[in-house]
């Protein structure tokens, strides 16, 4: 099925490698901390505090998508997120 989002600390080298132009989460607004949670979802390759993207495809269950790109979800990215948000 593939790597659908990854769980990664925001690091400069990230930001780098990543040609990252984002340094804050859509959802809450705020900046990312160096070596702070951040998860990507590699289908679109957005990137959001892993707390908040948790907590958003909770609230999308039946529907859930990218809340910057409006991409959709698959299935496995779903299981990925709720088995290491219980870890």
Do not use: A, Y
Not at 26 to 53: A, S, Y
Not at 75 to 87: A, G, I, R
């Amino acid at each position: 099925l593939g790597n659908e989002s990854s769980l990664v600390k925001f690091t400069k080298e990230l930001k780098d490698n990543d040609n990252l132009n984002q340094e804050d989460c859509c959802i809450c607004l705020d900046r990312f901390d160096e070596n702070g949670d951040v998860r990507k979802l590699n289908q679109c390759c957005h990137f959001f505090h892993d707390k908040c993207i948790n907590s958003w495809i909770k609230q999308k269950i039946s529907d859930p998508f990218c809340p910057m790109c409006k991409t959709k979800l698959k299935e496995s990215t779903l299981k990925k997120v709720k088995k290491e948000s219980t870890l």
